[in-house]
C-alpha cells in the first residue's frame, strides 16, 4: 500500500514515503514545497512512481508525523452520517433531511502519534473515529456520478471533541470543535482509485483496546459520492480541501455515565485499506 506523510525531522519540514522499515524523504519533489503542491499538481502517482525503490532515509523513530495536507483552505465535517447517530441525541426529532456540517481549523488536528490536549477549562474531551477524504481536482456543483474523479487520497480522523463547549449556544458547535490539539488526523494519505476503497469499508474506533465504536460505510446516511456533490453546491472544492465525513454511534458522550478521555488513554481510529491512527491523552 501507498502511504504519503507530511513530517518533521530535525525541526525541518518535509514530505515523503512511508515503508515498513522507514520514510524516504521526498521534500521539494519537483518543487513542490508540501503534499498539498503535490495534490494540485495532481502529481501523487509521480511521487510514488519517484520514490518506489529508494532506500528509506528516516527511521520511523525519527520523525514527527503531522497532519497530511498542513494547511488545507478548508476542514469541513460532517455530523449525525450513521445509523442510530440521531436518537443518540435523544431530542425526539427526526433525522434530518439533509447533512450537518460545520468546519475545523488546522490548527485542532495533531499527526499520529502526538497526544491530544485535554483544556483545563472542560474534563469533556471525546473521540468520534472518522474517514477523511483529500479534494484533488476542485470544482463547484460537482455531480454526484463524477464526485469520485475528484477525490484525490483517504485519511482517517479522531474528530475530538470538548462536549460541553459545544452546547454553549443554540445553533453552532464551532467553539467545542477546534480547541487547539483536540483532534488527530493520518497517519498518512492513502491514493484513492478505486470505489471500493470507501463504498463499504470497516471503521472502528478503541480506546485503550476496548472497541467503542464499528460500522460500515456502507451504512452511512450520506455515501461519499453525495457528500462530495452537496458540499460542492456552495462552496468550491479545491486542492487539498479535507472532508471529514461522520463518526458512528459510540462516542463517549453516549454512555451513562459519559466516559470522557483522560491522561494515559490511547485511541485508536482504524480503516480498512487506510491504517489505524493512533494517539495518546495529556493534560494542557
Avoid at 259 to 273: F, R, S, T, Y
Wanted: a negative charge; hydrophobic letters at 40%; charged letters at 25%.
Amino acid at each position: 500500500m501507498v502511504r504519503f506523510v507530511s513530517f518533521t525531522h530535525e525541526g525541518r519540514a518535509g514530505y515523503g514515503l512511508w515503508q515498513d522499515n522507514g520514510l524516504v524523504d521526498m521534500t521539494g519533489f519537483d518543487g513542490h514545497a508540501d503534499l498539498r503542491e503535490v495534490i494540485a499538481a495532481g502529481a501523487l502517482k509521480g511521487l510514488a512512481q519517484a520514490a518506489m525503490g529508494k532506500a528509506a532515509d528516516i527511521a520511523h523513530a525519527d520523525a514527527v508525523l503531522e497532519i497530511p495536507v498542513r494547511t488545507p483552505e478548508k476542514i469541513i465535517c460532517v455530523g449525525v452520517n450513521f445509523p442510530d447517530r440521531n436518537a443518540e441525541y435523544k431530542d425526539g426529532q427526526e433525522a434530518p433531511g439533509k447533512p450537518s456540517l460545520f468546519v475545523r481549523f488546522p490548527r485542532s488536528f495533531v499527526g499520529h502519534g502526538t497526544n491530544l490536549l485535554r483544556p483545563p477549562e472542560s474534563e469533556q474531551l471525546d473521540y468520534e473515529g472518522e474517514i477523511a477524504i483529500v479534494i484533488g481536482k476542485g470544482g463547484r456543483r460537482i455531480a454526484r456520478e463524477d464526485a469520485y474523479d475528484h477525490i484525490a487520497a483517504l485519511t482517517l480522523c479522531n474528530e475530538g471533541t470538548i462536549r460541553d463547549w459545544v452546547r454553549h449556544a443554540k445553533f453552532n458547535v464551532t467553539q467545542g470543535k477546534n480547541w487547539d490539539r483536540s483532534a488527530a488526523m493520518g497517519p498518512w494519505l492513502v491514493p484513492f482509485t478505486h470505489p471500493a476503497q470507501l463504498d463499504d469499508i470497516a471503521l472502528e474506533t478503541r480506546v485503550n483496546g476496548e472497541v467503542r465504536q464499528k460500522d460500515r460505510t456502507s451504512r452511512m446516511l450520506y455515501d461519499f459520492r453525495y457528500i462530495v456533490n452537496y458540499v460542492s453546491t456552495f462552496t468550491t472544492l479545491v486542492s487539498g480541501d479535507v472532508i471529514v465525513c461522520g463518526t458512528p454511534t459510540g462516542a463517549g458522550a453516549r454512555f451513562d455515565p459519559p466516559i470522557w478521555l483522560k491522561p494515559g488513554d490511547v485511541v485508536e481510529v482504524e480503516a480498512e485499506g487506510i491504517g489505524i491512527l493512533r494517539n495518546g491523552v495529556e493534560d494542557e
